[in-house]
Nanobody, 123 residues
Framework: QVQLAESGGGLVQAGGSLRLSCAAS????????MAWYRQAPGKEREVVAA????????YYDDFVKGRFTISRGDAKNTVALQMNSLKPEDTAVYYC????????????????WGQGTQVTVSS
C-alpha cells in the first residue's frame, strides 16, 4: 500500500507560481511511476503531469507543457510539481498518485486518493 500527502496549494494571482509537494510512503512508493492529477468542480479528474519510476521520463498534458515541471527527489519518496505562469483555468484540487504509464490512471484505479491540495488562481 502507498499513502500520499499533498501540500503547497494556495491562492495566487494569474501569472504567479506555486510549488506542490507530495510525501509518499509504502513499499511501492519508490518503484512505480507517479503523477499529479487535478479535479475542478463539475469536471473529471485528469492527469496533468507524470514521471517514471526512475525519473528518466516525463509526461505533460498539452495545456501545461512549458509551464509545469514534475520531479522526484533522490530518494524517490517525494514528488514535486513546479507550476509557473498560472492561469485561472488551473484552479482545481491537485492530487498525487501512482500511474500506469501510457494509460494515465492510478495502478489501483479510482479507489484510493489522498485529500489533495487546493490551488486557486485569481484573474
Amino acid at each position: 500500500q502507498v499513502q500520499l500527502a499533498e501540500s503547497g496549494g494556495g491562492l495566487v494571482q494569474a501569472g504567479g507560481s506555486l510549488r506542490l509537494s507530495c510525501a509518499a510512503s509504502g513499499a511501492t512508493s519508490t518503484s512505480v511511476a507517479m503523477a499529479w492529477y487535478r479535479q475542478a468542480p463539475g469536471k473529471e479528474r485528469e492527469v496533468v503531469a507524470a514521471i517514471s519510476w526512475s525519473g528518466d521520463d516525463t509526461y505533460y498534458d498539452d495545456f501545461v507543457k512549458g509551464r509545469f515541471t514534475i520531479s522526484r527527489g533522490d530518494a524517490k519518496n517525494t514528488v514535486a510539481l513546479q507550476m509557473n505562469s498560472l492561469k485561472p483555468e488551473d484552479t482545481a484540487v491537485y492530487y498525487c498518485n501512482t500511474v500506469a504509464w501510457g494509460i494515465w490512471i492510478p495502478l489501483t484505479g479510482d479507489r484510493y486518493w489522498g485529500q489533495g491540495t487546493q490551488v486557486t488562481v485569481s484573474s
